[in-house]
């Protein structure tokens, strides 16, 4: 799980900025959920990933997709978690 | 004349806040860090899950997401975590009927 770290980072945007080069978890406003190694992002936050995986969430369970390299338009994007991924939370719930 | 912000979050920075987004997603979190664009830093956040046959209707269901950013563009409310009671009857019902009767 990500950590915090000292005052100046509080900042939104700062803190997407320090985890470029390491894995993060963005979460849509719809039931998509894409985890990957953040290349950059832009002042709309549209965000280059690598090595991505694409979980997409339905009532019959979820579906992953692998994709080498994308750019992830920032129009849907809620919530962004430096370090994160989707599975930690099902490794923790199933211990 | 400047500009000003009408919501100061300023106050809450450090209190647990409860962040609804457009898309039905529901979130509690300590708030750490905002910017103008109402663009959030929350730590220990954790999600409400929704009802996926009535999604206005969280179920008992959260999942722990940690230190997050939040996307001011998706964010459709905020207000402070505690003092806040959700409710499916309309409170000013009853007062509308009082009036017409």
């Given amino acids: ?95 | 004349a400047m500009k000003r912000d009408i919501l100061d979050l300023d106050k809450h920075v450090g209190k647990k806040i409860h962040v609804k987004f457009q898309g039905g997603r529901s979130v509690v979190g300590v708030l750490k860090g905002f910017d103008p664009l109402v663009n959030l830093v929350l730590d220990e956040t954790v999600e409400t899950i929704m009802d996926p046959e009535d999604p206005d209707t969280p179920t008992d269901e959260t999942r722990h997401l940690g230190l997050t950013v939040v996307r001011g563009t998706s964010v459709m409310l905020v207000c402070p975590a505690e003092g806040m009671v959700e409710t499916k009857t309309d409170p000013f019902q009853q007062q509308q009927e009082e009036a017409e009767a």
């Fill in chain 1, 1 to 95: 799980m990500a950590s915090i770290s000292a005052a100046p980072s509080y900042l939104p945007l700062a803190l997407i900025d320090k985890c470029i080069g390491s894995r993060i978890w963005v979460i849509m406003k719809g039931d998509k959920e894409i985890v990957g190694t953040l290349r950059g992002f832009d002042d709309y936050v549209n965000m280059v990933m690598d090595d991505v995986r694409e979980y997409t969430f339905t009532p019959q369970g979820k579906k992953i997709t692998h994709l080498e390299s994308i750019l992830l338009n920032g129009n849907n994007i809620t919530m962004m978690i430096p370090g994160g991924d989707p599975e930690e939370g099902e490794k923790a719930g199933a211990a």
